[in-house]
């Protein structure tokens, strides 16, 4: 039908005039119900008096951000000095979720390329082989990882049984446990955007620029890579988010020396000796950090379009 045809409603081209809000409407209600009304009770908890049995008093206060940042002594009575201990959880936390985000995508992106360079009958399936793992829920997969790498577990027995090392490997409890269950758990958020771009790359690019006596690692430096550059930010961005947030591998594969943010928070929620506005506070902190980076980005992507 042309786009100028007549309908019983008008023309094809003027249908939806008017309407725009209107249809619009539920996905917007969707958006500020569960989205921006938990945010917006996170913010105002965030303000509040911790209850001494739990929960909150309806008295607005600084006191959860001034205990995140300032160390006023066991009474609260000594000059304020920098309280290293939180803000030394949430640089292990960037630490971690950035080395993970590297980890998958030195895995993702020659998985991804091995995937959209296959032929297009057989990318569903190696798409399929990807995502299977991730049918089952985070917690059963993140148990069963513990499984695998502690004392006395398979990969230890297995070891053993070959010879390679004469004493199991302290593998549980530590910063390689929890990048591993985070490398484990996000990795195909790095695979599948990077793979939506390297599907449209035009190959004669680098065939072309294999004509022009480019070496491999020119071509894929300078040819390939700023083409693929959007994916491979997507998927940077999909690891590092939810990795700085994440309490399930650093509490179970995890111990006291990897806690990182999403642990602090969640113990602020848990049992009448919970501190929420605390708990409230640190997540509305790293909110901040997160929406910051994105924005960052967000803006010098816009000044690169405009270029």
Not at 179 to 184: A, D, E, N, R
Not at 205 to 221: G, Q
Request: glycine fraction near 8%; charge should be neutral.
């Amino acid at each position: 039908m042309a786009a100028g045809a007549t309908t019983s409603g008008g023309t094809v081209s003027n249908i939806y005039k008017g309407n725009s809000a209107k249809l619009m409407f539920p996905a917007w209600a969707m958006i500020g119900f569960f989205l921006l009304a938990p945010v917006g009770m996170m913010i105002v908890y965030s303000f509040l008096t911790k209850e001494f049995r739990g929960g909150v008093i309806w008295e607005f206060t600084l006191a959860a951000y001034d205990q995140f940042f300032f160390d006023r002594g066991l009474f609260g009575d000594e000059p304020p000095s920098i309280e290293w201990t939180y803000i030394g959880i949430f640089w292990r936390s960037i630490w971690q979720a950035g080395v993970a985000t590297i980890a998958c995508l030195l895995i993702g992106f020659p998985t991804a390329w091995f995937i959209a360079t296959r032929r297009p009958s057989t990318r569903s399936a190696w798409l399929f082989m990807i995502t299977i793992p991730y049918w089952v829920n985070l917690l059963i997969r993140t148990v069963s990882m513990k499984f695998l790498i502690r004392d006395t577990g398979p990969l230890n027995e297995f070891l053993l049984w070959t010879g390679a090392v004469s004493e199991p490997l302290g593998l549980i409890n530590t910063n390689f446990a929890v990048q591993l269950g985070l490398f484990y758990s996000y990795l195909p958020f790095m695979v599948l955007p990077i793979y939506a771009s390297v599907e449209r790359y035009d190959f004669s690019l680098s065939e072309a620029a294999a004509d022009l006596y480019s070496s491999i690692w020119t071509t894929l430096w300078l040819v390939i890579l700023p083409v693929v550059k959007p994916g491979i930010v997507a998927g940077c961005i999909l690891v590092f988010v939810p990795s700085l947030g994440a309490f399930l591998a650093p509490d179970l594969l995890g111990g006291a020396k990897t806690f990182m943010i999403g642990s602090l928070i969640e113990e602020q929620f848990k049992g009448s000796a919970g501190n929420w506005p605390f708990g409230a506070a640190a997540s509305t902190i790293l909110l901040s950090i997160v929406m910051a980076v994105l924005l960052i980005y967000a803006r010098n992507q816009n000044k690169g379009s405009e270029r």
